[in-house]
C-alpha cells in the first residue's frame, strides 16, 4: 500500500527512485517497522529523504495520505489504557494468598498477554485473569503478581501525529539559513590530503600486501589525512547591508565553527572592494588586493557575501588604490580577484528579482552569483567544488 504514497512524494517533487523503494520494502520484511505505522513513518523517512531541504514536503504528504489509518486500529488500545489509568486498589493480600501466585515464563507472558489483548471486551478492576487494575493477574496497573507485566504509560504517538507536528518545517529551501544549516551546507566542502610522517594504518594496504606475501603479515603505513580546503570569506557591512546582519552573522559564525578547514581567512569590505580588504569590521588592519593574491594561490576559494547594491560611479569610477598603484574602479578589483581565485561565488541576501537593472547585474557579470538561502548555498558549494 505504500507505493500510492511513494508516487504522493514524487508529486511533491521529492527525489525517491527505485533503490530508495527496495530499500523501504527490505526493511518492511525485515519487520524494522514493528508493523505499527509511527515505525513505518520513522523507517520511511530515514530511507527516502536524502536531503533535508525534503522533510518538509515529507511530512505533509505522509500527514494527508495516512490520515485517520491508525487511528481505527487503535481505538480499542486507547480505550484500554484510559482504563488503566483509572486504577481501582488492590486489597491486601494474606502471605498464603501472593504465595499462590504462580510466577511464568517470560515468553508464556507474552504469549498470553497479546492473547487476553485480542480477546477482551470490557474493563476488570480486581481480577486474576484479563488485563485490570488492582488485581492478581499478571497484567495491568495497581495490583500485585511477582512476574507480572505493568501496563500503561503515554502511548497515542502515531506517524501521522509526528507528521502533523511539522518539526522540519523550518528547512525549506526558500528560506534564509539559520546558523545549523548552514553549518550542514557548509560541511560539504570538506577535503582531505594526506601529508606528515608515515603514522596511520593502512588496512586495506595491508591486506593487500600480507596476500601478496603469501599470507605472512606486511604492514603498511601511510599519512594521516588532514583537512585541505582553504576559504577567504569576504563580507560587505554597513549600509544597505544593515538588513541582512543575522544572515551574514549566522554565515561567519557557522564558518568559524567548522573544524574541516586547513585555514580561514575574514574580511571585511563597505559596498566594492577598492583594492584592500579589512581584517576587522570596523575597517582596521587593512591587506592590499595584490598582498592577498601573493599570499593566497589558486588553492583557496572565495566566498564574497554582499547585496551588490550601490551608486553606479561607486562601482565602474576609478577610487582609491592600494598603495603604489594607480586609482582603479572598483569593477576592476573584481574582475582580479575572479581571475585570480578560480573557485569563486557571490552570495547575495537580496531577492534574485531585485538583481536586473542595477550594479547587481554588473557584479553577476564578474562572479558566479547566488541567493543566500539553503538552496543558493549548496549551488554555490557546488560551484565551489567544481574542477576549473
Request: charged share 30%; with cysteine.
Amino acid at each position: 500500500m505504500f507505493i500510492p504514497f511513494v508516487y504522493e512524494l514524487r508529486a511533491r517533487k521529492v527525489p525517491v527512485g527505485t533503490q530508495e523503494v527496495l530499500n523501504l520494502t527490505r526493511a518492511l520484511e525485515a519487520g524494522l517497522h514493528e508493523s505499527s505505522l509511527d515505525g513505518f513513518y520513522e523507517v520511511a523517512r530515514a530511507l527516502l529523504i536524502h536531503d533535508e531541504k525534503h522533510l518538509d514536503e515529507f511530512d505533509v504528504a505522509f500527514a494527508g495520505y495516512f490520515r485517520g489509518v491508525a487511528f481505527d486500529a487503535k481505538k480499542i488500545a486507547d480505550e484500554m489504557l484510559e482504563w488503566l489509568r483509572d486504577v481501582k486498589q488492590l486489597r491486601e493480600l494474606s502471605d498464603e494468598e501472593k504465595a499462590m501466585i504462580e510466577a511464568l515464563d517470560p515468553e508464556e507472558l507474552q504469549r498470553q498477554f497479546e492473547d487476553r489483548l485480542k480477546n477482551q471486551k470490557e474493563r476488570h478492576d480486581g481480577g486474576n485473569r484479563w488485563i485490570g487494575t488492582g488485581g492478581t493477574s499478571p497484567f495491568g496497573r495497581g495490583g500485585f503478581n511477582p512476574a507480572g507485566m505493568s501496563v500503561g504509560g503515554g502511548g497515542g504517538k502515531t506517524g501521522v501525529k509526528s507528521a502533523d507536528a511539522r518539526k522540519y518545517k523550518g528547512y525549506r529551501s526558500d528560506l534564509v539559513l539559520d546558523l545549523r544549516q548552514t553549518e550542514i551546507a557548509l560541511r560539504k566542502l570538506k577535503a582531505f590530503v594526506r601529508e606528515g610522517a608515515l603514522s596511520e594504518l593502512d588496512v586495506e594496504g595491508t591486506i593487500d600486501a600480507t596476500a601478496k606475501n603469501a599470507g605472512e603479515l606486511e604492514v603498511v603505513v601511510r599519512p594521516p589525512r588532514r583537512p585541505d580546503t582553504r576559504i577567504i570569506l569576504a563580507m560587505d557591512v554597513g549600509g544597505s547591508m544593515d538588513p541582512f546582519a543575522q544572515a551574514v552573522s549566522q554565515l561567519f559564525s557557522a564558518a568559524k565553527k567548522s573544524t574541516h578547514w586547513k585555514e580561514l581567512r575574514t574580511y571585511y569590505f563597505h559596498n566594492c572592494v577598492y583594492g584592500r580588504l579589512y581584517r576587522t569590521e570596523h575597517f582596521g588592519d587593512p591587506i592590499t588586493l595584490p598582498e592577498l593574491m601573493r599570499q593566497c594561490d589558486g588553492r583557496y576559494k572565495l566566498v564574497m557575501v554582499g547585496d551588490a547594491l550601490m551608486a553606479p560611479y561607486e562601482l565602474l569610477a576609478s577610487g582609491s588604490a592600494a598603495e603604489g598603484e594607480a586609482p582603479t574602479a572598483g569593477v576592476h578589483w573584481l574582475h582580479a580577484l575572479r581571475e585570480h581565485f578560480k573557485h569563486s561565488v557571490w552570495l547575495n541576501p537580496e531577492h534574485p528579482r531585485d538583481w536586473k537593472g542595477n550594479t547587481i547585474e554588473i557584479i553577476r557579470g564578474v562572479f558566479p552569483m547566488y541567493h543566500l538561502t539553503l538552496e543558493g548555498l549548496g549551488e554555490a558549494v557546488t560551484e565551489l567544488l567544481r574542477r576549473k
